[in-house]
Nanobody, 126 residues
Framework: QVQLVESGGGLVQAGGSLRLSCAAS????????MGWFRQAPGKEREFVAA????????YYADSVKGRFTISRDNAKIMVYLQMNSLKPEDTAVYYC???????????????????WGQGTQVTVSS
């Protein structure tokens, strides 16, 4: 059974940092792109970051570029999202996701990803 389990969310003050982790199991994800999306209350789910299977190419939403860093450890089948300089507008449930296509047509599109975690809450206070 495929599982993606996020951890590392919590409450942090503006300007602080958090590191989200995603543990993948049940499939060999090491060859496939993985990513992070988020959904704030009353808003649609939005792309945050993605990383190719090799880790060689990274993609970021403009709103997080320069503050967030996505990385992966294929030996451990883990994906991470280091979030620095957090802002109140970063408050959302963050979801880990994995694609089953080596080369998705659009890494920023949620429909390119087949597997999703349950999400972890990130709350940034002002």
């Amino acid at each position: 059974q495929v599982q993606l389990v996020e951890s590392g969310g919590g409450l942090v003050q503006a300007g602080g940092s958090l590191r989200l982790s995603c543990a993948a199991s049940g499939r060999t994800f090491s060859r496939y792109p993985m990513g992070w999306f988020r959904q704030a209350p009353g808003k649609e789910r939005e792309f945050v970051a993605a990383i190719t299977g090799s880790g060689a190419t990274l993609y970021y939403a403009d709103s997080v570029k320069g503050r967030f860093t996505i990385s992966r450890d294929n030996a451990k089948i883990m994906v991470y999202l280091q979030m620095n300089s957090l802002k109140p507008e970063d408050t959302a449930v963050y979801y880990c996701t994995a694609s089953t296509s080596y080369y998705p047509g659009n890494y920023r599109r949620a429909t390119e990803y087949a597997y999703w975690g349950q999400g972890t809450q990130v709350t940034v206070s002002s």
